[in-house]
């Protein structure tokens, strides 16, 4: 039989499994009685708010007395009436595929591909999604490393509930200039491998044919690669990539460090700006005109790098020095740049990009660390609080359905026993995390 009339069989099983199973299932209500919920829009706090839930939209959310009348007299409470209640948070920038470190099968990202079966993978993506859920992400864009397509695999086993995890937005495969990133490989031999991890783009055809491939494998959005050392996507390629992948309704968010990569993805009108460390005003000044994002990832701002490998490997001197030397560089240049996308009005939302095995922290612990590294780099909490919530759903092209507590909304909601906006690493102790309305934990005492 062919594939495509198999797999149409298969979607009239499931829709139709779907509607049966829907058709038996009761409404649920649930009503949070909440002590303090953040206005992520206004940087307000609402004190004795109710969030009336059914199923798994916010239906209502108001002074708690008058949602009270709402609810029906069966619906479950939960209290949270000495919590401080925050929408669900969202890393932009997450490679739950990876986990380099000592202690892991992912060592670095070449034995993550190469000595790694996909299944073996697959499993390793499935935990370490459920432990950024369990920290308080409730959404995740995977944004590339997890082989052919991992993360589009896990996101639709969320979604059935076969894994608990975070609802995933997957990139499929990078697209990068031939050759992939940050692998070093003998090419004669490298294309087995880099072809698990990327699609190599060397002409506008290829780029047209890379997205129509991720597409083909369930990519929510596509990444690319702008700069890899000295090879660079030009803007010819980056054109047809964008053409491509908008046409299908795809954003398209781009690694870019050096000048000429932010030029060409910002020049080709792309949806995001990742990392930019060598951003200029000029090009600060044409994201902003043209609305692209800038998606900050300095989790390991402030020696958090090398503290982290610290604890698990022992470093040469050598590396230690580089990194030492790296650190000193980055404590005066990144909180500048934070200060110019700031001023310059650019609109941003921030990722981890944390792909370490972090001894003794889960992979959310491990990526909660970045909200302590914005600060000390000089954000303001609630700017913090609004990249990781209100402006990540605007920049995924979510702002429909998560990043707020308001009606229509998916019912996404963490809570700190303190408070997030005088101190942001509350961030890193979340103790109540509710997704599209079922509690996944809660350790908050009434
Ligand atoms: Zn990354």
Known sequence: MARTSLKLILLIVLSALAVA???????????LKVGRLLDVRAGKYLANQGVLIENEKIKEVGPLASVQAHAPKDAAVVDLSNATVLPGLIDCHAHVFIAAGPNSPGENMLLAVAGMSASTRALLGARLAREDLEA?????RNIGHSGIDGDAALR????QSWVPGPRVLASCRKLTPPGGQAVRLNPVLADKITDQEFLAVGSPDEGHKAVRENLLYGADFIKVVADADRRFVTLEEMKAIVEEAHRSGLKVAVHATTPL???????????????????TDDELKAM????IFFDITEGFYGGRLRSLLQKSVVLSPEVDQELAAWEKKDATATPARIQRIMKAGVKFAVGSDMW???????RGQATATMFGALRDLGMQSIDIVRAATVNAAEMIGWQDRVGVIEPGKLADLIATRG????DITE???????????TVVRNEVKP
């Open 136 to 140: 308080g992400f409730t959404t995740i």
């Open 356 to 362: 370490f095995d972090y001894p003794g922290k889960t």
């Open 261 to 279: 990569g932010i030029k060409t993805a910002v020049d080709a009108g792309v949806d995001s700006i990742e990392h930019g460390d060598e951003v």
């Open 288 to 291: 902003h005109d043209k609305g």
């Open 21 to 31: 199973q829907s058709g038996s299932q009761t409404t649920k209500i649930t009503l």
């Open 156 to 159: 639709d086993a969320v979604n």
């Open 427 to 437: 961030l890193e102790r979340v103790r109540f995390v509710m997704r599209g309305g």
């Open 419 to 422: 408070d997030p906006l005088q």
